[in-house]
Nanobody, 125 residues
Framework: QVQLVESGGGLVQAGDSLRLSCAAS????????MGWFRQAPGQEREFVAA????????LYADSVKGRFTISRDNGKNTMSLQMNSLKPEDTAVYSC??????????????????WGQGTQVTVSS
């Protein structure tokens, strides 16, 4: 199992950018598909983006497609989420997670485990 720690959240204005990082411990990171999720107060956890073990395949929620970019560096055991053109509706706690399966790149939070503690992103209008 892999342990995950997110960083990079903060308070920004609409239109600004932020880069979130997810640091992983454990040798298995390079073999695992990874994902980013977010949860706003009173709402369900929402899929944001996912990336396959070698970075060749990426998936995005429609709400962030074209604005967010997910990437990973297996040599450094890190994953990132570059967020551009941020909107107030992007405000949430963002968490990274490891996929339970290697057969496909999932979107459902039920297919992920080893969640990090989350990092707060707040976008003011």
């Amino acid at each position: 199992q892999v342990q995950l720690v997110e960083s990079g959240g903060g308070l920004v204005q609409a239109g600004d950018s932020l880069r979130l990082s997810c640091a992983a411990s454990g040798r298995s990171f390079r073999n695992i598909h990874m994902g980013w999720f977010r949860q706003a107060p009173g709402q369900e956890r929402e899929f944001v983006a996912a990336i396959c073990w070698n970075g060749d395949t990426t998936l995005y929620a429609d709400s962030v497609k074209g604005r967010f970019t997910i990437s990973r560096d297996n040599g450094k055991n890190t994953m990132s989420l570059q967020m551009n053109s941020l909107k107030p509706e992007d405000t949430a706690v963002y968490s990274c997670a490891a996929s339970k399966t290697t057969a496909y790149v999932p979107r459902s939070p039920f297919d992920f485990w080893s969640w990090g503690q989350g990092t707060q992103v707040t976008v003011s209008s």
